[in-house]
């Protein structure tokens, strides 16, 4: 199964052509995809149009929706962090690690165009969907 984060689903939802919604899009309806509960609050509160908003949230709803965050996936989270950060790397965004660690811990494939996963795959042995 491949989880999907909402830096490609915006893309995809915005028409906008490149690897990763080329990608998301030749996979739908092809092979297991899933969104994350905390992708799907991010992908969904960015529509302005109501009509936008219930027809990419039936869609979305229609795929395996994944509860990601746990006290343990916080606590590996926060490892994670710090392990990064003592690396001298700095995440920009708490819900990115949360997203990365649920995706290493389950061994989950990771759709993503965010650059802050790239340190997740180099150091902590997250699966890009899309290999290098």
Known sequence: MILVDSSVWVDYFN????????????????????????????VLQGFRDDGDYRTARGLLLDLPVLNLVSTDVALAAAENYRMLRAAGITIRKTID???????????????FSDRDFEPFVRHLGLRSAIPD
């Open 15 to 42: 028409g906008n052509a490149n690897e990763q919604a080329d990608f998301l899009h030749a996979r739908l309806g092809n092979e297991p995809v899933a969104i994350g509960d905390l992708m799907l609050t991010e």
């Open 97 to 111: 690690t949360l997203i990365a660690t649920f995706c290493i811990r389950e061994r989950l494939e990771l759709l």
